[in-house]
């Protein structure tokens, strides 16, 4: 099983990408985040392991060691292939890549299968707008995407745990302010 892990954003921030989300459905151009019900979210890491529920078990704890944070969402990016993934991309802080780092520090002596795409070096923060859409829809997502209102800023609240696919919304931990 496969389970992701991810930074949500205050409810305002949700209420802004969910519907930019309705607009992407309304245009014809992508309606995978609102047909799963997604959550917006930054994933942060994503790995196989049998011990789930340990490791999310774990994350209460670690997340009392971090406290909320803010991101701007500068950007609009796609990734290479056929998933049609179009995503908004925050500026990438100093806060953000020490959080992270220290997620995978706090995690260090478990036996875990790590996907290296969201290891310290190699990751791409993005927050999906679009996934499983061809080349002309993934191209329009961009274009409408150009005329929305960025940057805005998120704020990260809770990390979250799920599994995936089909994905299935395990546990979050709210993140407090320090």
Not at 4 to 22: L, P, T
Not at 96 to 109: A, G, I, P, Q, T
Not at 111 to 121: E, G, I, K, S
């Amino acid at each position: 099983m496969s389970l992701g892990v991810v930074f949500y954003f205050d409810d305002e921030s949700n209420k802004i990408i969910r519907e930019i989300w309705q607009r992407l459905c309304d245009k014809g151009i992508c309606s995978e985040m609102l047909d799963t019900k997604s959550i917006p979210h930054i994933s942060i890491a994503s790995f196989d392991s049998n011990r789930i529920t340990e490791i999310i078990d774990r994350a209460e704890q670690f997340s009392r060691t971090i406290r909320s944070f803010k991101l701007n969402l500068t950007s609009i990016g796609c990734f290479p292939g056929e998933n049609g993934i179009v995503y908004l991309a925050p500026k990438v802080t100093s806060e953000f890549l020490d959080v992270h780092n220290s997620f995978y520090e706090y995690y260090k002596d478990e036996v875990f299968y790590p996907n290296q795409l969201y290891m310290p070096d190699k990751i791409v923060p993005h927050c999906t707008m679009t996934i499983n859409v061809d080349r002309k829809r993934a191209l329009m997502a961009v274009d409408m995407l150009m005329d929305e209102c960025l940057p805005f800023e998120v704020t990260i609240t809770a990390i979250g745990f799920a599994e995936y696919y089909p994905i299935k919304y395990l546990q979050d931990y709210t993140i407090y302010l320090k």
